[in-house]
């Protein structure tokens, strides 16, 4: 069965996303999706996606993130979580043109990865991260300002910045630029032990969960971990905690994977006895310590499909990742949602197939659509971040 699923001067509102200055320009020229592609039938849209991607053939790579909607995904000529994606980009040198189904950071990515005569097309640029938009530069600039005047992020004390993959552009420069990295949820526990390497500490951001979820794995017990709140002096710490610290983590989180909790665990057990529960990093560290497994989208697939036929499973992250284990990879297995009404990314649901069949057309008819461009003064740090990225396993 599967289940469908301050008086402070610096405290910055947060009733809305915090968007780079990179962001709400493109989001400022976003196109709207012309008339002539709302309501179209399924079955039309089908196959004029399908014909455009068919004359287009090697000068466009579709990637798809497996949080996408089925109606896009299975469009794709590659699907994968972050890290994998990334990987693909350099291995169509061919391509005039990546459309990545996926949001912001992504294709952002893609494009400083990708080769000089290659475009970046975001389906809909509406697709962003709230994950990604809880850092701004400006946030993370005074940061590490604040650190020095702690004593801090120095020659005597070094602090490496490490950014988790979901994060703009900007926030990976500045890592890149002062010996840090960008790391995935794939790598996360690698590219720390990686980070403590070159440092006595590691700031961490901008999901404190992974971060958390991470450390403690590799043997850092919570009381050696602080929380670095942007909207506090000196993100509420003072130097004697961070003496002690070996991980300031930001404050930010995934908006989905902070729903699930130790206590659906603990319904699911009662409900299916012997269920094996997996989840993903991103969700609270009682919920990992709860579960019988934790991992990347790509660890959990692996984990389904080397499992025993007739085995039971509760997976804790997005929804259409958990539906497509559930009802087309692994039909011999029970896969359950850990959330019984499911857990959707909204930003990734933005990005539909009535949008890809528009840029795919736009393309054929010369036209680029919702192109993502990182600017240059952004983009060697940025690659050099990502790079590092990649070299770690």
């Known amino acids: 069965m599967f289940h469908k699923a ?3 001067p610096r405290k910055m509102s ?7 200055a990179y962001e709400k320009a493109h989001l400022a020229d976003r196109q709207p999706l012309p008339d002539r592609y709302v309501g179209l039938a399924d079955q039309e849209m089908d196959r004029r996606i399908a ?8 000068r466009a790579v579709i990637l798809g993130h497996h949080y996408q909607r089925d109606e896009v995904i299975k469009f794709a000529d590659h699907t994968g979580d972050s890290y994998k994606l990334a990987q693909q980009v350099s291995r169509h040198p061919d391509a005039e043109f990546i459309v990545f189904c996926g949001v912001h950071f992504m294709a952002e990515s893609a494009d400083v990865l990708s080769a000089d005569h290659q475009q970046v097309i975001l389906p809909d640029l509406a697709a962003g991260c709230s994950m990604s938009d809880m850092v701004a530069p400006d946030q993370l600039a005074m940061c590490w300002a604040d650190l020095g005047q702690m004593g801090f992020a120095n020659d005597a004390s070094p602090v490496v ?3 988790y993959i979901n994060s703009a552009a900007a926030i990976k420069a500045f890592c890149g630029e002062r010996g840090g990295v960008v790391c995935t949820s794939s790598n996360a526990k690698a590219t720390l032990t990686w980070a403590w390497a070159r440092g006595e500490r590691v700031l961490f951001l901008p999901d404190q ?3 958390r979820n991470a450390a403690y794995a590799l043997g850092v017990p919570l009381d050696r971990m602080v929380v670095w709140d942007p909207d506090e002096v000196w993100g509420g710490l003072d130097p004697d905690r961070l003496a002690r610290a070996r991980i300031v983590l930001w404050k930010g989180h ?3 994977h902070t729903r699930f909790s130790a206590r659906q665990i603990e319904s699911v057990r009662r409900q299916h006895p012997g269920v094996r529960v997996i989840v993903h990093p991103e969700v609270p560290w009682e919920v990992v310590q709860a579960a019988d497994d934790a991992g990347s989208t790509e660890y959990i697939i692996r984990q389904v499909k080397n499992s025993a036929i007739g085995s039971v499973w509760a ?3 997005e929804i259409h990742l958990v539906s497509r284990l559930a009802n087309d990879v692994h039909p011999d297995r029970t896969v359950l949602s850990l959330d019984q009404f499911g857990c959707l990314c909204s930003t990734m649901f933005r990005v539909s197939p009535n949008h890809l069949l528009w840029v795919l057309e736009g393309l054929l008819e010369g036209a680029v659509h919702n192109r993502i461009a990182v600017p240059d003064e952004q983009k060697s740090w940025t690659r050099v971040a990502l790079d590092r990225m990649l070299s770690i396993s």
């Open 14 to 20: 947060t009733s809305l996303p915090v968007l780079t």
């Open 254 to 256: 995934c908006s989905v």
């Open 6 to 8: 301050s008086a402070n």
């Open 209 to 211: 969960h992974l971060g």
């Open 315 to 317: 997976v804790g992250t």
């Open 161 to 163: 910045p490490v950014t």
């Open 51 to 58: 014909a455009a991607k068919a004359a287009l053939g090697r």
